[in-house]
């Protein structure tokens, strides 16, 4: 079933939205504040800016170009097309950037997953990098929704403790850097979700057709709820906007699924010491309820461990004949093929576990000629003709 956009969160008498209205402090104000007492120094956005509202109605801007790209270790090594998408998506909207060779992993996956680390060893890597962006005068997008909520963690801490504060600097001391954090801090999913209208008028594939759920991020909108991006006319602003704005734009038909708020079963700990746990909650609390709820073409979500664990877990249930087989995609990878974008060369497809091929069909792409082309380029590289892909042949 497909739920309206004025169907959750209204005041049926007064036709008004029912939103919890905590008073929150503003970080960015807080971080200004900081900055004024010499405690730190806060990276301005310099460049044009979209605006969005957080949860509690807070404004947040997103800086449309010059960003400084935060990868993620698990898009890197898992889904490598996770990435490609995003830089290429940014590429042909026309908006440079910078994709950094100094940048080290978050190293939030030990602390969420093993808690071994202190507060003033986290909150340091989490200021390096900030520190590696400041230097390049780019400003910080950050790809992992894992990394994004850590270093949401990590500024709230920073703002309420001095101490920290103070151990922080001097660890960065000791490297040359400053203790600087951005003065938002933005997911490459918020910025696809501020620039979806930009995206859609760049669309040459027919999504129409398309029937999508989403898998909101727990490390998105449940780690400092209060950061995430809302929308009134999204879920009634009952949930948050981001995925599922973008997949509206393209002309999507996103449909609603009882156990939307569930964790996709990743979990941290779960994937490590309990993975048929994982797998199993992956597939029958998620894919098998979208299936049987909503019948989606394509599952969206915007996290490396949610597209790894949705993807990959479902091999195991098809051994049993679970109802699986649901191609799960990142919003990225998603956005970029109803751009043009090519499914292998760009979005690499052939690493993901689920069968996308059906997907692939509806939107008019000829799957089979686009491989046949991507084992030419394999050929090439073997042959020692081309020493990589560069990004004349990903836009061919």
Known sequence: MTIPADALGR????????????????????????????????QRIDREAVSVRTKYGREKRIQKAHLWHHKSCGQCGHIPGYSTA???????????????????SCTAWNYYASATSNPAAQAAVAVRNFAAAYESGYFPL??????????????????????????????????????????????????????????????????????????????????????????????GGQRTAVVTGLAQALGVEVRDYSTWFDCCGFGFRHILVQRDFTRSFATLRKIEVMKEEAAPDVVLTHDTGCVTTLDKSQFAAKAHQRNVGLAVLSDAQFAALAMGAHPYRVCQLHWHSADYRPLLEKMGIDWEQAWAEFQGDLRRLESGEKRYLDWDDVDA
């Open 11 to 42: 005041d049926k008498a007064a036709g008004a939205l029912v939103v919890d209205r905590r008073s929150l402090a503003d970080p960015r104000a807080e971080l200004l504040a900081l900055e004024a007492q010499g405690e730190l120094i806060v």
């Open 142 to 235: 950050i790809h992992c929704g894992t990394s994004y909520g850590h270093y949401k963690e990590v500024r709230e801490e920073l703002i309420h403790h001095a101490e920290l504060r103070a151990q922080v600097r001097d660890i960065m001391a000791g490297l040359g850097k400053p203790l600087v954090l951005p003065e938002e801090i933005v997911h490459y999913s918020e910025w696809l979700h501020a620039l979806r209208d930009e995206i859609a008028a760049k669309r040459v594939r027919d999504t129409s057709g398309i029937v999508a759920t989403v898998h909101p991020a727990c490390h998105y909108h449940k780690v400092v709820e209060a950061d995430a991006i809302y929308d009134p006319d999204i879920y």
């Open 86 to 104: 995003i830089f290429w998506v940014m590429r042909k909207l026309g908006y440079d950037y910078h994709d950094p060779a100094d940048q080290t």
